[in-house]
């Protein structure tokens, strides 16, 4: 069982910046996707950021050239650097792993609030 630890939330004004972490606890294996998603109140969890074990990324059009995933050396550790934020960023966000297609875990969620 891999679990996700989530840190770096946090309240920042309009146009400012924060760096999300997702830690996973052991190993996540050679063939995976590491994900960013959110959830604002009211809202559907929507995916804000894919990054594969192979390198591909995905943004969402709403965080395109705003936001930044990566990976740490390990390979366990995934990283969201968010720029130019705005109030419509305000969400929680969840880190979430699947391995090999099959196995999908979750973390906890960091709460991230954007005041105008």
């Known amino acids: 069982q891999v679990q996700l630890v989530e840190s770096g939330g946090g309240l920042v004004q309009a146009g400012g910046s924060l760096r999300l972490s997702c830690a996973a606890s052991?190993?996540?294996?050679?063939?995976?996707?590491m994900r960013w998603y959110r959830q604002a109140p009211k809202k559907q969890r929507e995916l804000v950021a894919h990054?594969?074990?192979?390198?591909?990324?995905y943004y969402a059009e709403s965080v395109r050239g705003r936001f930044t995933i990566s990976r740490g050396n390990t390979k366990n550790t995934v990283y969201l650097e968010m720029n130019s934020l705005k109030p419509e960023d305000t969400a929680v966000y969840y880190c979430?792993?699947?391995?090999?297609?099959?196995?999908?875990?979750w973390g906890r969620g960091t709460q991230v609030t954007v005041s105008s």
């Open positions: 979430n792993l699947e391995v090999g297609g099959i196995w999908d875990y």
């Open positions: 052991s190993s996540v294996g050679s063939l995976n996707v």
């Open positions: 990054i594969t074990s192979g390198g591909d990324i």
